[in-house]
C-alpha cells in the first residue's frame, strides 16, 4: 500500500550542477503533479503531467526546469544548471483523474551551494 | 498576489478546545478548496474537502464551512488534541488540477 513515492528525500548540489529528482505515483494512479514550496511560503504549482505526455507546464520556470514521465518508471523532474535559488522543498503529487484528489509524496529538498 | 490567504501564520489552542483555521480567496470562481495537514519533513495529507455548491462539509472532528459571498472558508477541529499538531494549508482548486495553496497556519494544540 505504497504512497507517492520521491527520493531523494535531500538533495545537496553545487551551482551549476544538475538535480535529478523521482517520484513513483501511488499504485493505479497516472496523473503526477510538481509542486514547489520556497521558505515560508505555500506549495506551488508547477507541471502536470500524465504517462509521456506534459499536460500543463504553465508554473515551471522556461529555462534549466524540464520534466517527464515515460512509459516505464518514475516522473522526473530535472533541472539543469542550478543556482541557489532553486533552493525549495519540490513534492509530487499523484492522482487517479483530474478530478480526484492529489495525494502528496514527502517531498525532495534541494539545497544549492 | 496572493490568490489564497492565511493570514495567521500561527495558533495555539489548549488540548480539548475548538480549533479554527481562516482561509481567504479572491477569486469568486474558485468552486472547490481542500484542507491539507502536514508535519514536519512529510508530505501534506489529505484532510477535507468543500465544493462550492456546500456551505459545510463534516468529517468526524474536522469541519469546512464555506461562505462564497465572503469568500472565506475555515477549518473547525472540535475537540483539539496534541497529534493535530501540524501545518494547515487551504488550498484552492480553480478548474481541477491546479491547485492553489495559502501560506499555511501554524497550529499547536497545546497538552
Known amino acids: 500500500n505504497a504512497g507517492v513515492m520521491q527520493n531523494p528525500r535531500h538533495l545537496v548540489r553545487r551551482r551549476g550542477q544538475e538535480a535529478r529528482l523521482r517520484c513513483s505515483p501511488m499504485k493505479g494512479h497516472s496523473h503526477v503533479y510538481w509542486y514547489r514550496q520556497l521558505p515560508e511560503e505555500g506549495l506551488k504549482f508547477m507541471v502536470y503531467?500524465?504517462?509521456?505526455?506534459?499536460?500543463?507546464e504553465s508554473g515551471m520556470p522556461k529555462e534549466r526546469f524540464s520534466a517527464e514521465f515515460p512509459k516505464e518508471g518514475p516522473s522526473i523532474l530535472r533541472i539543469q544548471q542550478v543556482v541557489r535559488g532553486d533552493s525549495a522543498a519540490y513534492f509530487c503529487?499523484?492522482?487517479?483523474?483530474?478530478?480526484?484528489?492529489?495525494?502528496f509524496g514527502a517531498g525532495t529538498r534541494l539545497s544549492v551551494l | 498576489d496572493q490568490q489564497v490567504k492565511q493570514n495567521s501564520p500561527s495558533l495555539s489552542v489548549q488540548e480539548g478546545r475548538i480549533s479554527i483555521l481562516n482561509c481567504d480567496y479572491t477569486?469568486?470562481?474558485?468552486?472547490?478548496f481542500l484542507w491539507y495537514k502536514k508535519y514536519p519533513a512529510e508530505g501534506p495529507t489529505f484532510l477535507i474537502s468543500i465544493s462550492s455548491i456546500k456551505d459545510k462539509n463534516e468529517d468526524g472532528r474536522f469541519t469546512v464551512f464555506l461562505n462564497k459571498s465572503a469568500k472565506h472558508l475555515s477549518l473547525h477541529i472540535v475537540p483539539s488534541q496534541p497529534g493535530d499538531s501540524a501545518v494547515y494549508f487551504c488550498?484552492?482548486?480553480?478548474?481541477?488540477?491546479?491547485?492553489?495553496f495559502g501560506t499555511g497556519t501554524r497550529l499547536k494544540v497545546l497538552a
Open positions: 477569486n469568486s470562481m474558485f468552486d472547490y
Open positions: 503529487a499523484s492522482s487517479l483523474g483530474t478530478e480526484n484528489i492529489q495525494y
Open positions: 488550498a484552492a482548486a480553480p478548474g481541477t488540477y491546479k491547485y492553489i
Open positions: 503531467l500524465q504517462k509521456e505526455n506534459i499536460i500543463d
